[in-house]
Each structure stands twice: as C-alpha cells, then as structure tokens.
C-alpha cells in the first residue's frame, strides 16, 4: 500500500540523515585532530630551527673563547708561572673588547687565590678553590665548560670556560678563565623572535645548565638535569632531534628539539610551553565544533520536516475518501516537496563538503550521490504524475548519465535497460544499489587511469527481474571472498536487497560483475 511505502521512504531518510551526521561528527573529529597534530609538528620544526641556530652560535663563540685562553695561556705562562705582565693585561683588555660573550679575564694560582682580573675589582687574594672548574683541573683536564652560577664580587649569573696552566714540567700552576655572563646569551636568544613562554637552554653533557633564556626557577643553585632523559637517552642516541616531555627545571610540559655542539661536550634545547601552543588550536577548534552543531541542527530540523511530511503523506493516503483527482494532486505536491527538501539537504552537503580537506571529502560526495538518487526518483514522478510507475529505462538512464558526468573521461558508462515499469518502493532501493555498485566500479575498477567501460543491464522474465553491473576493470583481488566483503556501501546494498526481497552476488572474471535478481510487484512489468 501507498502508506507503507511512504512510511519506508521516511525511514530511509532517516538512516541517510543519520549516516551524514555520524559522517559530519567523524570528519569534525578528523579535522580537529590532524590540525592539532600539525599544530604540534609546527612548534617542534621551529624549534628545531633555533636549536640549529643557537648551536651554531654556540659552537662559533666556544673555539673563539678557546683560541683566546690558548694565546693568554701561553703569554701569562712565559715567565714559567703564572704572571700578567702590562702585555698580558693589553692582551686581555683587546680579547675582552673583541669577544662580547666574554665579561673578563681570570688569573688563578695554584692554591685558588685570585692574581689578576680584567674585571676593574679589587678581587686579588679572593680565595675560589671551592669553585667546580678551579678543583676539575687542578685534578686533570686541559679545558673545563663550567656550569650557570650566580657571582660573588659581583652580582649576576655567569659560567666560564677555563684553562689548565702547567709550567714546562707539566706541574699544576693554576687556572685561566674566561667567565661570561649568561645575560649576553639571553639577550641573544631574545633577538631570535620567539614567544614569551619559549625557552632556549644550554646543557652540559651531564645536565648541568649553562646559559638559559629563561630564570624562572627558586633559589641560588640552577637545578639540574642530569636524570632527564634528554642527557640520559636522547642525546646518547642522536645527534638532534625532537621530543615531548616535562622541564626538570619549571616542571612545564614542552615540545623540545635538541641538537649537540660539535666539538664540545654541550648541549642545546629549544622548547615552547605545549599548552600555550595549543591555544590557537582550542580556538579553531570551538570554531570548528560550533559550525558542526549549526549543521547538524540544520539537518535534524530539515529531517524532521521531512519526516513530517512523508509521515503526514502515509496518514492521508491512509484514511483519504476524497477523489482520485485530489488524491493525485496531493500525492504530486508530496514529491515536489520530498524532491525540494532532498535537494535542500544535498545543497547543504555540498557546503559542508567544500568546508574540509580535500582528503576528507569523498564520504560527503557519497552521501550526495545517494540523496541525488532518491531526489531523482521524486523528480521523474513529478514530472509524469503517473504514481503507480517508474520507467526503468529512462530512470536508470538518468541515474548513470548523471554518474557518468563525474567519472574520468577514460571510462564509459552504457546503458542496456528493458522498458520495465517499476514502483516506488523498488525504484529507490534499486536507485541506491546502481549508485553504490557503480561508484565502487568507478573507484576501484580502473586504477592509475586505466580505460574501461561500465555496462548497467537490466531484463526481466514474468515477475522476476535481473540487475547487472559488470565492468571490464582489475576485478577483485586474488582469494577474496564475497562473504568477507567489508565497506558501507555493500552493507547498505545488503540491506537494499533485504528491503525488495530479493538476493545479489558478486564474481570476477575479466572484470567484476555484480547480479541482482528481485520479484516484480504486483501491478508491475512491461509497459
């Protein structure tokens, strides 16, 4: 009965409005996510341009401190013990002048006392034998990269890099140092345009920090890393690269890239706070939710008129007594009305399709493609107002004429339909099984712009019809069973079949082809 058959088609429009918002949520939900992901790719490429740029940097000032120290050295030690004589002090003055990273000179004696400062302190006799570089070479090592400390004649942080003196015996006779304070570095750092909360550290190999833009952390002593898997793993095994984790110094969750100094045993990490990054990205991504919501809103209230609709078609055609005349022209104003808001909701699929990324658009372009068949079945009835019928002939070849218009040029589509009136129970179902088989031919068939043809037959033998879809395509893969085909399409062609009782199947031979085969309903056949 008309009532029945209507009472489908208002629970096929819910399964399809229900199948594009669960295809919105999941496309909103990908689209979130791949911006947050790239979000987090931008901050960790830019930093890892710092880190590139700081190293070096780092490495340029380092082994021209060192070429310093080497020449001073040997000047303060031409006596055979350490000694700056009015040359040394010039010497000094010109490399301090020359050299911004470095704030001054230091002469150290054997027993750790101050000799002579560049600095104009009065600092000689001050005792630093407690200092970590002054007991590091007295006890071996040529050269030393000490860690951030705070001053003592003077106020500030600075680290140093240091040189053991020997005399020609190769006795210990004291430490060279050359101190720089951590200031010039960060001021430094600061020019590279990096936000407020981005922080750039310099490591020793063994967690000890060197210079850090940033000073926020509590006390005098500069905590250190040593345990932190920056020094304990990602620097043993590469020589950069980038990770997520915690600063074992303001215990704020970052995005690092990290790259060692040639020639020296340092360290460099470049880090953005991981939830100031993100703030944008919550900002699109309210955005993106928002304009879901507006959409989905929009098509449960378009569904739900609808569904009024159709609903209220079955209630009247249900208890109608009026005239054929008045039934016919309230039935025609049904279509009109089904076919204007199925072409509402492809319009608004359209927009919704052009809103996302290029790779997020082929479920939009499906669903549109079944709504177009549904809207197509609506339309032929409107326009011969005969509602016991479809010609299946012309309302096939519309159907692939329309998918025709968006296949490659390299594929035909043909079309071989025995003139078989069908009604609108069997139209649709079988509108939306040709859509889905010969989309599938279309996107898997002909791959790496193969030629082919897609042939759609249709013939029938006293109540019963036969569907063929077949194509001259790759076919199936090897070993693949029908059974153990997977994919909404099929599962929406099983379903189909269900709803006009009939059965499908699917083999390969050159090609793949697909057989419906379906009871004609009463009333139903050749025209």
């Known amino acids: 009965m008309r009532w029945m058959r209507a009472g489908t088609g208002a629970r096929l429009m819910l399964a399809i409005s229900g199948l594009f918002a669960v295809s919105a949520l999941a496309t909103t939900s990908v689209t979130i996510e791949t911006d947050r992901v790239g979000t987090i790719q931008e901050s960790e490429g830019r930093s890892a341009v710092v880190a590139q740029m700081v190293e070096e940097h780092a490495r340029l000032a380092f082994d021209i401190s060192k070429a310093a120290l080497l020449e001073l050295g040997d000047v303060v030690m031409e006596s055979g013990g350490p000694r700056v004589t009015p ?7 010109a490399w301090v002048r020359d050299l911004p990273q470095i704030n001054a000179f230091w002469l150290i004696d054997a027993d750790g006392r101050v000799i002579y400062t560049s600095r104009p302190i009065a600092a000689a006799g001050h005792d630093v034998s407690d200092r970590e570089y002054f007991n590091a070479l007295r006890d071996g090592g040529e050269f030393l990269v000490g860690r951030m400390t705070l001053g003592r004649l003077e106020p500030g942080w600075f680290f140093t890099l240091s040189r053991r003196l020997v005399d020609k015996e190769g006795n210990f006779r004291g430490v060279l140092v050359a101190s720089m304070r951590t200031d010039y570095f960060a001021s430094l750092y600061n020019r590279l345009g990096l936000g407020e909360f981005d922080n750039i550290t310099l490591y020793r190999a063994d967690g000890a920090v060197v210079a850090r833009r940033l000073t926020n952390w509590s006390g005098d002593v500069v905590p250190s890393a040593a345990n932190h898997p ?5 620097a043993l095994k590469a020589a950069s690269g980038v990770f997520e984790g915690v600063s074992p110094i303001d215990h704020v969750l970052r995005l690092c890239a990290f790259r060692r100094v040639d020639n020296w045993p340092l360290i460099v990490l470049a880090n953005s706070d991981k939830d100031r990054v993100l703030e944008p990205w919550r900002r699109r991504a309210a955005s993106s939710v928002a304009y879901c919501a507006a959409v989905l809103a929009a098509l449960a209230f378009l569904t739900w008129w609808g569904y009024r609709r ?3 078609e079955a209630r009247a055609l249900a208890t109608a007594t009026a005239t054929a005349t008045r039934n016919a022209i309230l039935l025609n104003e049904v279509h009109h009305r089904v076919k204007n808001n199925l072409a509402i909701i492809q319009s608004l699929l359209m927009l919704e399709a052009n809103q996302v990324a290029p790779e997020a658009r082929q479920g939009y372009e499906h669903s549109i493609a079944r709504v177009e068949a549904m809207g197509l079945v609506h339309h032929l009835l409107y326009q011969t107002q005969d509602f016991e019928g479809i010609d299946a002939a012309a309302y096939l070849r519309r159907l692939t004429d329309g998918l025709g218009a968006s296949a490659p040029a390299t594929i035909e589509i043909v079309n071989d339909v025995e003139a078989v009136a069908i ?10 099984i040709v859509n889905e088989v010969v989309i599938n031919a279309l996107k898997h068939g002909f791959p790496d712009g193969r030629t082919g043809r897609v042939t759609v037959r249709l013939r029938h033998d006293g109540g019963w019809a036969t569907l063929t879809v077949e ?14 085909l997977r994919g909404l399409g099929l599962m929406l062609v099983t379903q189909l079949t269900k709803q006009l009782g009939g059965t499908w199947t699917i083999t390969c ?5 697909f057989t419906l085969g379906f009871p004609l309903r009463a009333g139903t056949g050749i025209d």
């Open 87 to 93: 040359a040394a002090a010039a010497r000094m003055s």
């Open 230 to 234: 920056l020094i304990t793993d990602y």
């Open 310 to 312: 159709i609903s209220g």
């Open 423 to 432: 009604d609108l129970d069997t139209a649709i179902p079988l509108a939306l």
């Open 471 to 484: 194509d001259d395509g790759v076919g199936l893969p090897d070993g693949v069973e029908q059974d153990r």
């Open 509 to 513: 031979g050159d090609g793949a082809s």
